[in-house]
């Protein structure tokens, strides 16, 4: 009972100070509400990036199975993924993996190289990512044809220059005109726009766009424009979801099979289906939501450090009133639970503020992002709103206690001699 009436004397006192020093409390609580914000806003966009960037990798399909080059363990990401040169698969690695009778369970298989050019019309010029595929693309990647068509198998192998356009960079080069038949030059190479896809909307940030897709037969983009024989990417499709066991079993053992590999520790290549992919982005951005975390509790210090100063000042201006409380009769104990609550309930206000801001900054956030076309959702954690209270608490506390134990151990006798 003495404790709880104490701890709301002393919640009343410090309400009271913050509104007669409102300057001052402004400037004490700054560091906990941006950190606090902080708190909110990275969590809530992380949550909202995250379940975007998960939510495209769904849509392209949860019977697809990736082949990537260079070795990996089990659970971690292939070499290729850190930015190391990999060349160990080729063309004739996924004509093998296509052949139904060798691979089981797989339905088609899809073959890609990237790359970066100016891209030139009649009228604009652009620099854009082009992609290098198989005429078998189109079936793999389940895309639609909005005018045109998709190139052929022959063009896919006899370097012919044609090229596929997204709907986006169609218009950007063509001002919005029928791009079909039209030139574009990519590289000093001349190509003939045969097909333009159809408009499927905005991807996740970092991700690959379709509708800013510039795609040219695989063999035309290795020795046109890259000049290159291996391949960065092969896709396969699984027949259905309960064949992706069988088929990456099957395709591995036809890979060692090409490379002449005879140790599973030898392997040269990566095979991940799309539930491993989900998993190994959903773990990649939680290592950067958290790190990010990490970095936000920085202001939270700084606004403890700010507290903690408040608080000092605030002991040497109340020497006066620590003394006339002992010398009626409070305790050390009184005086120092009385100045950790007052460190506590500034902290705390500022959490409260901070929590607020943060929503409104992430909500505004997800609605300008939404209108740039990103399918985007106002993710809220509960989790987080309760970690921000208890961290601007815990603030509170922590470094209040010095300032606290500071104040009770004044002397009644020389306190109320102090002027």
Do not use: C
């Amino acid at each position: 009972m003495w404790l709880l009436y104490t701890i709301v004397k002393a919640i009343k006192i410090s309400l009271k100070n913050l509104i007669a020093s409102k300057m001052r409390s402004f400037l004490t609580v700054l560091g906990i509400v941006i950190g606090v914000a902080a708190v909110i806003i990275i969590f809530s966009i992380g949550l909202s990036a995250q379940e975007l960037i998960l939510d495209q990798i769904r849509n392209v399909g949860s019977n697809l199975v990736m082949v990537l080059p260079g070795s990996s363990n089990k659970d971690g990401p292939p070499a290729s993924v850190f930015g190391i040169s990999a060349t160990s698969l080729t063309y004739d690695d996924l004509e093998e993996l296509r052949k139904k009778k060798k691979v089981l369970g797989v339905e088609d298989g899809a073959g890609y190289v990237m790359g970066t050019a100016k891209l030139k019309s009649d009228t604009e010029e652009l620099t854009r990512s082009f992609s290098g595929t198989t005429a078998s693309y189109i079936n793999v990647e389940n895309v639609t044809i909005e005018s045109g068509r998709f190139f052929t198998k022959d063009e896919e192998r006899n370097m012919s220059r044609v090229v596929i356009l997204g709907s986006d960079i169609s218009k950007d080069l063509f001002g919005g005109r029928d791009s079909l038949g039209k030139i574009v030059e990519i590289k000093d190479q001349n190509f003939t726009v045969v097909g333009v896809l159809k408009e499927r909307g905005s991807s996740a940030m970092g991700m690959a766009d379709q509708d800013e897709s510039v795609i040219v037969p695989l063999k035309t983009a290795q020795k046109l424009l890259l000049g290159i024989n291996h391949l960065a990417l092969i896709r396969l499709k699984a027949i259905d979801e309960n064949s992706i066991e069988i088929l990456k079993a099957s395709a591995a053992a036809t890979l060692r099979d090409q490379h002449n590999i005879d140790n599973l520790e030898d392997d040269d290549f990566s095979i991940r289906d799309q539930a491993t992919a989900l998993e190994l982005v959903s773990n990649i951005t939680d290592v950067l939501r958290y790190f990010l975390l990490a970095i936000g509790t920085i202001s939270l210090i700084v606004g403890g450090v700010g507290i903690m100063n408040i608080m000092l000042i605030a002991v040497s201006q109340r020497i006066r009133e620590i003394g006339v409380r002992r010398a009626v009769g409070a305790k050390r104990i009184d005086i120092l639970v009385q100045f950790i609550v007052e460190s506590a309930t500034v902290s705390l206000v500022g959490g409260v503020v901070g929590i607020i801001l943060g929503i409104l900054v992430a909500f505004i956030a997800a609605v300008v992002i939404t209108a740039k076309g990103y399918k985007w959702q106002f993710l809220l954690s509960p989790i987080s709103i309760v970690v921000a209270v208890l961290i601007s608490l815990g603030i509170g506390l922590i470094f209040g206690v010095y300032p606290a134990k500071k104040a009770s151990k004044i002397s009644p006798m020389e306190a109320l001699r102090y002027d």
